[in-house]
């Protein structure tokens, strides 16, 4: 900026000398004695009235327009090799963010297959094992129909496969899977007492005792293959008591054996 102001301020200058240069008179009256000399003598020096600022001003000229000129092409250059570079860093930083976004994304996935190893491997730890009453005694039954059997106080469930708030058992996996479950009879001359295994709605097997007086008890057991999802209870068979204590003689247990 400061070069380009200075150009024309240069070229007034120059100007105003030259103008001086050719106000002065060409004819301006010698003295005679001087004529004289320069007739007679060596030629006066033709050099001595060339102005000598207006050429160096051109070659100055002539300079700094080829610098102004270098200057302008390495400038451009410059900008060229700012705007190479901007550009190649915009496209590392776009490629950081997609190798970061990818990475992510990698261990998202990575935690998820984790997470389903876990559960694999805590659904193929499946055992429960629970009695009918939580607390106390008592006798349950007789009913017309069959009834659905809470087994309310659980003393292991692994897994958390069995809910003692329905008496369901639920296959998390599937495989074969072993039952077993005990019912308590009171002896009674009208009613027996039984239960019976059921898979989703299919009756499996029924344990059964009937007396007439004292304690007497059934037993059953029954090795399944369950989808995932497949549900295992037990029913109170119709027209049957169920005597419970604190001895808990009604039990029922499950365990995953293998998977398949």
């Given at each position: 900026m400061e070069m380009t102001m200075f150009i024309p301020l240069l070229l007034l200058i120059c100007s105003f000398s030259t103008a001086q240069l050719q106000q002065?008179?060409?004819?301006?009256?010698?003295?005679?004695?001087?004529?004289?000399e320069s007739r007679g003598g060596e030629p006066a020096n033709a050099s001595d009235h060339?102005?000598?600022?207006?050429?160096?001003?051109?070659a100055v000229l002539?300079?700094?327009?080829?610098?102004?000129?270098e200057q302008r092409v390495e400038i451009s250059h410059l900008q060229r090799d700012n705007e190479a570079q901007v550009n190649n860093l915009k496209k590392e930083i776009s490629?950081?963010?997609?190798?970061?976004?990818?990475?992510?994304?990698?261990l998202e996935g990575q935690k998820t297959e984790v997470d389903n190893l876990k559960q694999q491997i805590q659904a193929k730890q499946v055992a429960f094992s629970a009695s009918l009453l939580a607390s106390g005694s008592g006798i349950i039954g007789p009913f017309n129909t069959q009834t659905a059997l809470v087994f309310r106080r659980v003393v292991t469930n692994i897994?958390?496969?069995?809910?003692?708030n329905t008496g369901f058992f639920i296959a998390p996996v599937r495989g074969a899977y072993h039952f077993e479950f005990?019912?308590?009879a009171d002896g009674h001359n009208s009613h027996g007492s039984g239960a019976v295994l059921f898979k989703n709605g299919e009756h499996i097997f029924i344990a059964y005792e009937h007396q007439s007086n004292g304690y007497g008890s059934?037993?059953?057991?029954?090795?399944?293959?369950?989808?995932v999802g497949d549900v295992v209870f037990l029913r109170?068979?119709?027209?049957?008591r169920i005597h419970d204590s604190q001895n808990h003689h009604n039990t029922f247990s499950g365990h995953l054996v293998f998977t398949m």
């Open positions: 002065e008179p060409d004819n301006e009256m010698i003295p005679h004695g001087k004529q004289t060339q102005p000598a600022c207006p050429q160096d001003i051109h002539r300079e700094m327009t080829a610098l102004l000129t490629q950081l963010q997609r190798d970061n976004e990818a990475q992510a994304a990698k897994g958390n496969a069995y809910n003692p005990h019912i308590g059934s037993a059953n057991g029954a090795t399944l293959l369950l989808e109170q068979y119709q027209n049957t």
